[in-house]
């Protein structure tokens, strides 16, 4: 019972730490004049990943690699399959070219590239400073390519983010910051704890524990995120802000995590998630190009997927 109480704890207290960090280092940067551009595309899209990131960092230094990789693979797997398919099956979503054009073929070679680095089954220093580079030199991409095009901003997610962070005084965003910060330490502790635990106390594998419970739990606010704006007809926005989150975890979360420490995967264990999660994102390109749009019938599909993953895994 306390590990599952841990496990709880260590969420919420990481979706509350996460938030506050966001909305803090919004806050700053808004006192520095830095462009709401440039906030939505890196403070914003690094920060809502903070939990995730701390997480499998936490993981990987205490020696539990399977939470590590399984919280991103599992988490890539349910933002499309799980997340994306209930929210086309509340609202139909509209493709936008440049999720085809741009998003996805990036989220696709960042994919490759896991599977690449993971054949000699280790993600090694170099491999992260690869991964980190790659996603610093998107980011000033899209920057640059929005500028040229005029735009004011990311995506209305981005700029509801900011738009609450504009009255934040510059003490009270330091220290939205540093309790972010410390809230994100104790939750990565308290989630990690728990999640050991019920693994051993159930005799689960670590594998299956980080592909489940912590990589669906940490991915609770783009699930509420995408649910709401379907429920407001609003749901174009999700499908760029699930892509974009998926690139993330791969690019910035296990990049900066192996740039720590090296880390070690299991071939007879992740290879077979680490091509459901190439699966997915397979799939999800003739999805979203004919028709331009995910209906009803695509999200099922989407989410069936998930269901038989699930099922397989156990």
């Known amino acids: 019972m306390l590990d599952w109480l841990l496990l709880v704890a260590g969420l919420v207290l990481l979706i509350f730490s996460g938030e506050a960090l966001v909305k803090g280092a919004v806050g700053v940067a808004i006192k520095y004049k830095v462009s709401t551009l440039v906030i939505g595309m890196t403070i914003v899209s690094a920060g809502t990943s903070a939990p995730e990131l701390f997480v499998s960092i936490k993981a990987a230094l205490e020696g539990h690699p399977e939470i590590s990789v399984g919280n991103v693979v599992g988490s890539n797997i349910a933002n499309i399959s799980i997340i994306l398919g209930l929210t086309a ?14 998003d996805w073929p990036a989220m696709f070679i960042a994919s490759i590239l896991l599977y690449l680095f993971s054949l000699n089954e ?12 790659f996603i610093i ?29 504009k009255g934040t005084a510059f003490l ?36 299956i524990i980080g592909l489940t419970l912590v990589a669906f739990g940490t991915s609770v606010p783009e699930l509420i995120t995408s649910c ?24 910035f979360i296990l990049g900066t995590t192996a740039v720590i420490k090296d880390i070690p995967i299991s071939k007879s264990s992740f290879f077979t998630d680490i091509y459901f999660m190439l699966g997915v994102s397979f799939l999800l390109f003739p999805l979203m190009f004919f028709g331009l749009k995910l209906n009803r019938i695509k999200g099922a599909i989407l989410f069936l997927y998930y269901l038989i993953y699930v099922f397989l895994l156990f």
């Open 89 to 102: 099956l509340i609202f139909p979503i509209r493709i936008q070219l440049a999720t085809l054009r741009l």
């Open 122 to 133: 280790i993600i090694e220093f170099w491999e992260g400073v690869v991964f980190v580079l």
């Open 137 to 165: 030199s998107f980011s000033v991409y899209i920057i640059v390519q929005s500028k040229k095009n005029n735009a004011t901003e990311s995506n209305q997610e981005a700029e509801e983010i900011i738009e609450s962070a």
């Open 172 to 207: 009270k965003a330091i220290f939205f910051v540093i309790i972010g910060c410390v809230g994100l330490v104790f939750g990565s502790e308290f989630l990690l704890k728990g999640a050991v635990g019920i693994a051993k106390g159930y005799g689960i594998s670590e594998r």
């Open 228 to 251: 709401v704006a379907a429920f407001r007809k609003q749901s174009d926005i999700a499908i760029g802000n699930l892509v974009g989150s998926n690139l993330f975890n791969i690019l």
